[in-house]
């Protein structure tokens, strides 16, 4: 099943995956040969926290290339939704209790990160918001409540 993802996701993506191609396995690997010289194996801890890690940079990797091979990549910038909340879209949002304004576009799954105001398409947040157009009131079942917001405005950026 296609995963939604954007243009700049899959390129942080691809970045992530050059990086841990050409620096990452490369440093693991040289890691590994200068903990095998050191001599006996089943007590050399440089050599086992080099193989972890090693495994962990493989199993990123092959989550990596999985992720972009299953992604449907949208450019944002090309959707034209007529002011409507669409994947990809950034939203300015006004929380009406706090007064609080926020600014979240929706993202794919795995290029969530909250702190940078993306959320995942799948998110209760997004799910309020799809299909809403600017001037719109959003419920958000949140885990402290329902959180009400005001859509200001719909941006496709």
Known sequence: ???????????????????????????????????????????????????????????????????LAEAQIIDVTELDAGGRVVFGATVDLLNVETDQEVTYQIVGEEEADIEAGLISVTSPIARALIGKEEGDSADVNAPSGIIEYEILQVKYI
């Open 1 to 67: 099943m296609s995963q939604p993802m954007t243009v700049k996701g899959a390129e942080k993506l691809k970045e992530e995956l050059r990086h841990l191609k050409s620096v990452e396995r490369p440093r693991i690997t040289k890691a590994i040969a200068e903990a095998r010289a050191h001599g006996d194996l089943s007590e050399n801890a440089e050599y086992h926290a080099a193989r972890e890690q090693q495994s962990f940079t493989e199993g990123r990797i092959n989550h990596i290339d999985s992720a």
